[in-house]
């Protein structure tokens, strides 16, 4: 039992099919260490975004177990799901689709912490009262400038926007941020950028982070363990700076290979 | 004759064709011999609107490209790039314009051609892959189909022989040629069909590839073996490639010669060991450093700040989001300037010393 | 395929149960007593005797359920019971009619497509162009303008007016023409803003440039490559617009008193004849499920993604 | 002319339906004859200052006529189109959002349906339950709910899956507020369109039966009806049909204009 207990995340034998000839998760287990960032790779295809997607609870597993928090992650249903979801929050890799076009940005920001009205972050304590100063404080911590909250998503840039994004998901300061490719659609002189928020946002409020991406060096540079994934299935899971080791998995091999002169 | 013998006798005829072509050269550069370009592009312009009104898209871009040389154009999305290459071809969506400059292909100014001899220079002398591989052929009719229209379009021969030679460039790229020819276009995968993409570009040996952003839409190990694709299957055929991207490191590991844009305009240009060694504009240093290790991660990423699409109207373009700008960046514009040989930048600091780009924070731009 | 027209042929028989029970359950429930209709007896004085012989006559004193299922067989025979008024069986006078109905829904069609096809084509090449302007015109006239109130305006003046063609009645080309201008110029608007709207998504598509990037002509790139796309919602729209043609052209038949389907059920409802008017909903019902059936081969056969998903 | 159209397309169709509204209510007050009065001395007058657009053939007044008809026709077309979306709105959301059965019940009913061209379902019922411009009304919104369903239910299937309405799953948001907040404002500018367009088809569709004898019955100044009764002497009065058949016009005008502008500026889809 105390091994679980610097265990945010135990996922043992994750499987999901989407239809008969479809398997889109295969018998997957890790596990993810309080303030960890476990980083997965893999083409498309691979089973990465079902893996976020079943995190998320979007879809409901076949198989396996997800215990967050020594809770039950799978058997969670209707309002105690709903209680349950401010501990794991996306970044997704669409910003421009993750934001209502329709909503203003405070509205959007704002938007997880009026559905749970007893939650407040630490970082948000002193200014509780103030849903406005509350949004601000976000906006700032994601290096925006407060008086965008009213402007509407059209009008920022996609490096903007998902800033905002960012903002939103660590708004609960959720116990896991799972990012589901967040700079895929960035521009790369943006890409950067973001990088290094996520990574200071993590050191500064603590949080776990599933770092998922098909960049092998944005992988690298953001995780402390690294899962490769291909066709549902894990090939291999190790320590970062044991990326360029020589006895890697041929097909971590040949991903490394891609990317390198 | 025999199937067999078809075949052969028109592999035969695809290679001939090119060996005339190319017989004539010893081992000097084609500038050397006085060749003329595959594509000049002088002082290019193009506007938002027809009437040189609007947003200008492309500022005086001069681009050379030589024979079989790979040529890549790297810049961030709006960057102008891909809008470069549709000038090219004539196929500037509808309110773009030219408004400035000329494009000479093998010598020709591609503004006097008449429709119908700029269509049928395209797919013949002028091939292009797009970015969208599931938009390259129209969904509703066998590719087989559709590939032996192009060659009877530009080459007039029979169907038969067509047909010989569509299944040929299948097989040069590797895939089942005879059912590829008698399938649809989404009844493929992504690779398959860029693949197909390619076969047809370079069926009919063009002197110029335009790829644009081919692999963007790819996985990574998939838009690996279309790059090698790409460049073992030029240097077989000796055509020159436009290969426009967004990504440095398939362009260092590919290309000729790089020419990096920033708002509309090419800010630095070279071949690429002496751009990837001596990078003088900061953009483009800035990329450079912004390529990750695998082997030695730092702390923090190096970032380029400010927003992408920042855009300064006069001066250098990239003013708004340079970290070592002086008063005239903004204001003057900035000459293309003679680095070394072959090696050009616009940057008014060419000739001082840049200093460090130094851990560039963002900046807020509203 | 065959699947489809399985499953299609599946629809139509249950589209058919459905029809033929809500047409009985409503007739049971509509106003008015059918027994009173045929013996006119707002005119003439009936004993009460009389009326109950009728009614047993005609099986009206049998309980519903066994009234719907003597009735469903019979239909399923093609009987379709006799006309209260003219006593003829209503299957043949559906076959006698159906001719005309048919004459001039295709001619009408006809209109259209000469309209529609040409008119949608330019305005999706010249886009916002003045031939552009002038069909988005011309369409919203169309679909404002009351066919029946068209229709007269025809009538005064090319047959009273102007006495170039005849008003009334079914008796070759001539009298084909007015009903068949009504109808289509009805239905013109839609499909030429369909072909349009159709024609240009598709000749905004990835495909077209590459098509062009291929060096093709651009007639060809427009007739080969585009607009088999643009015409997929207008192969949809057309099933639907030969049941709205059918449907339009009760209104045409009463205008020009064409001797078909329409009139023949305009004429049944005003005068209560259950089974005539069981029988139009029936056969209308029928062919709309054909004609649907005709439009899902042709739209499969002209998009290969869809066959193959299948 | 079409650019002019096109700019102004959302307030001409808006003024249509204003200039009805007005009739509507001050028509009565402004028109000093009863639309309904017979006065067979004054049979077929032509236009005069008493009889501004003169008389039928049973000596009624032709203008208090047409401002009655705009009362039946305004009357008639909002009740028809605010059932169909009472109906058609709330089962898209349900259907689409819920999905599995509750999808799949709807459905079949929108399928069975929707193969139907809408005149002749109208015609079918009003030839079961008899002419009467009721039953007419009911056979309209029997037809017409099925569209707001299905493009409700398209719109939410569609969305149901982008990034955002799963970002405010994860954020907590309740099945309920999620609908509100973000599904239906998604919905709503194709559901104004096709409620615009809507308009029109069914002024038409009363219109038109009411004209065939099978709406609307006389001595009703339905405008439809009143062409009815025109069309006997439309040989030698041919004025007679000219009015109502300009009011249908100009009205179904109106709504096809409103719904073209509201399309434009609300960049939804649907045709006409």
Not at chain 2, 152 to 175: D, I, P, S, Y
Not at chain 3, 208 to 218: H, K, N, Q, T
Not at chain 4, 235 to 240: D, G, K, N, S
Request: with cysteine; proline share 5%.
């Amino acid at each position: 039992m105390t091994a679980q207990t610097n265990h945010l995340l135990t996922v043992s034998n994750l499987s999901m099919r989407y239809n008969k000839h479809v398997q889109a998760l295969s018998g997957v287990s890790f596990q993810i260490g309080t303030g960890e960032c476990l980083g997965v790779v893999g083409q498309s295809g691979s089973g990465k975004s079902t893996l976020a997607r079943l995190l998320l609870r979007l879809d409901q597993p076949d198989e396996g177990e997800m215990m967050l928090l020594g809770q039950p992650l799978h058997k969670l249903k209707g309002e105690a799901l709903r209680q349950w979801r401010r501990h794991v929050q996306i970044v997704f890799q669409d910003p421009a689709a993750a934001l209502n076009p329709r909503l203003s940005i405070y509205q959007s920001v704002m938007e997880p912490l009026n559905n749970y009205p007893q939650v407040t972050p630490v970082f948000l304590r002193d200014i509780r009262h103030s849903p406005r100063e509350m949004a601000e404080r976000l906006l700032s911590m994601v290096g925006l400038p407060p008086e965008w909250l009213n402007r509407k998503p059209h009008q920022l840039s996609g490096g903007q926007k998902q800033r905002v994004a960012i903002a939103r998901g660590i708004s609960l300061q959720p116990d896991l941020l799972i990012c589901d490719e967040p700079t895929a659609s960035l521009d790369v002189s943006v890409q950067a950028q973001i990088l290094n928020l996520l990574k200071d946002l993590q050191e500064q409020l603590g949080m776990s982070y599933l770092f998922i991406s098909h960049d092998i060096a944005a992988v690298r540079f953001m995780s402390n363990r690294i899962l490769v994934m291909k066709e549902g299935q894990l090939v291999e899971q190790f320590d970062a700076d044991q990326l360029l080791a020589a006895e890697r998995h041929p097909y971590t091999q040949q991903l490394v290979q891609a990317v390198t002169a | 004759m025999g199937f067999d013998g078809m075949l052969t006798s028109g592999k035969m005829g695809m290679n001939k064709r090119k060996s005339e072509r190319t017989s004539t050269g010893t081992k000097t550069t084609p500038a050397e011999r006085n060749i003329p370009p595959v594509l000049q592009i002088d002082d290019l312009s193009i506007h938002t609107r027809a009437d040189s009104s609007g947003k200008r898209l492309v500022r005086n871009l001069n681009l050379t490209i030589q024979p079989g040389e790979m040529v890549a154009l790297i810049g961030e999305s709006g960057s102008g790039k891909s809008v470069t290459a549709s000038a090219v071809t004539g196929l500037l969506p509808a309110p773009l314009s030219m408004s400035g400059g000329r494009i000479l292909f093998q010598g020709r100014d591609t503004a006097t051609l008449t429709s119908p001899e700029r269509r049928a220079m395209l797919g013949k002398e002028i091939s292009v892959v797009f970015q969208d591989y599931a938009g390259s052929f129209t969904p509703f009719i066998k590719i087989g189909k559709q590939l032996i229209e192009m060659i009877r379009r530009h080459m007039g021969w029979n169907k038969t022989t067509a047909r010989v030679l569509a299944t040929q460039a299948l097989e040069q790229v590797e895939l089942a040629a005879e059912r590829v020819m008698d399938s649809y276009l989404f009844q493929l995968s992504g690779g398959q069909q860029q693949r197909v993409a390619i076969a047809a570009a370079l069926m009919l040996e063009p002197d110029l590839l335009i790829a644009d952003e081919p692999t963007t839409a790819l996985d990574t190990l998939t838009g690996e073996t279309i790059l090698q694709l790409i460049d073992s299957l030029r240097h077989k055929t000796k055509c020159a490639v436009l290969f426009i991207s967004h990504d440095l490191h398939h362009v260092i590991k590919r290309a000729d010669r790089i020419a990096v844009m920033y708002g509309g305009e090419i800010v630095e240009s070279g071949p690429t060991d002496v751009l990837v060694r001596e990078a003088r504009h900061p953009y483009t240093r800035f990329l450079l450093q912004s390529r990750m290790d695998l082997a030695d991660v730092p702390a923090r990423l190096q970032s380029i700040p400010g927003e992408p699409g920042a855009v300064s109207a006069c001066g250098c373009p990239f003013a708004l989001r340079c970290p070592v700008r002086i008063a005239r960046c903004d204001s003057e514009a900035v000459p293309e300037m003679m680095v070394s040989d072959g090696h050009t930048a616009r940057c008014h600091l060419i000739g001082e010393a840049q200093g460090d780009l130094g851990a560039a924070e963002i900046t807020r731009t509203s | 395929m065959l699947g489809l027209i399985g499953s299609r042929l599946l629809q139509m028989i249950v589209v058919g149960l459905f029809l033929t029970f809500a047409t009985f359950v409503l007739m049971k429930l509509a106003p008015g007593d059918p027994v009173k209709t045929i013996l006119n007896i707002d005119d003439v004085a009936v004993t009460q005797a009389e009326q109950e012989a009728v009614r047993q006559s005609l099986g009206l004193d049998q309980p519903l359920v066994v009234q719907y299922t003597e009735w469903f067989w019979r239909v399923v025979r093609l009987d379709l019971g006799e006309s209260y008024i003219t006593h003829r069986p209503v299957a043949d006078l559906i076959e006698s009619k159906l001719g005309a109905t048919m004459t001039v829904t295709l001619g009408g069609l006809t209109v259209m497509l000469l309209i529609a096809v040409p008119l949608g084509i330019l305005s999706a090449v010249y886009q916002n162009r003045w031939v552009d302007q002038l069909s988005r015109l011309f369409s919203l006239i169309g679909v404002s303008l009351p066919s029946f109130w068209l229709g007269l305006v025809l009538i005064y003046w090319f047959a009273y007016q102007w006495r170039l063609l005849p008003s009334m009645g079914n008796g070759g080309l001539m009298h084909l023409i007015l009903p068949s201008v009504t109808l289509g110029i009805a239905m013109a608007g839609v499909y030429t803003r369909l072909l349009r709207s159709g024609l240009i998504k598709s000749l905004a598509e990835p495909y077209v440039r590459a098509a062009r990037a291929r060096g093709l002509g651009e007639v060809r790139v427009i007739i080969v490559h585009a607009l088999r796309e643009g015409v997929l919602p207008v192969v949809t729209m057309f099933g639907m617009s030969l049941g709205s043609l059918l449907g339009g052209s009760v209104v045409v038949e009463m205008l020009f008193a064409w001797p078909g389907l329409g009139k023949m059920v305009v004429d049944a409802i005003i005068q209560r004849d259950y089974p005539v008017i069981q029988g139009y909903v029936l056969c209308t019902g029928m062919l709309v499920v054909l004609i649907n059936l005709g439009v899902d081969l042709t739209v499969r056969m002209l998009d290969p993604r869809l066959r193959w998903r299948s | 002319m079409a650019g002019f159209i096109n700019r102004y397309a959302v307030w001409i169709g808006l003024g249509v339906w204003l200039l009805l509204a007005v009739m509507t209510l001050l028509g009565p007050y402004l028109i000093p004859h009863d639309p309904l009065a017979v006065d067979m001395g004054k049979r077929l007058q032509t236009a005069d200052a008493t009889h501004w657009l003169g008389t039928d053939h049973f000596g009624r007044d032709v203008l208090a006529r047409l401002v009655a008809g705009a009362k039946i026709t305004l009357g008639l077309t909002l009740v028809a189109i605010s059932a169909a979306l009472l109906i058609g709105v709330p089962l898209g959301l349900l259907s689409g959002y819920v999905g599995g059965v509750v999808d799949a019940a709807v459905m079949r009913v929108v399928d069975a349906l929707v193969a139907f061209p809408d005149f002749i379902i109208a015609i079918s019922i009003a030839g079961i339950l008899g002419p009467d411009v009721t039953h007419v009304v009911i056979a309209i919104v029997l037809v017409k709910w099925i569209g707001y369903a299905r493009v409700v239910r398209g719109t939410v299937m569609t969305e149901k899956g982008k990034a955002y309405v799963l970002a405010a799953r994860v954020a907590g948001t309740p099945g309920v507020k999620t609908i509100f907040r973000h599904l239906l404002p998604q919905a709503l500018p194709e559901v104004l369109v096709l409620a615009a367009l809507d308009m029109g088809k069914i002024i038409l569709m009363i219109s038109a039966l009411s004209y065939l004898g099978l709406g609307a019955q006389p001595p009703m100044p339905e405008w439809g009806a009143m062409l009815n009764d025109a069309k006997m002497m439309f040989q030698t009065h041919p004025v007679l049909m000219i009015y109502p058949g300009v009011a249908i016009f100009l009205v179904v005008l109106g709504c096809n204009l409103l719904g073209d502008g509201l399309r434009d500026r609300l960049d939804a889809r649907g045709e006409w």
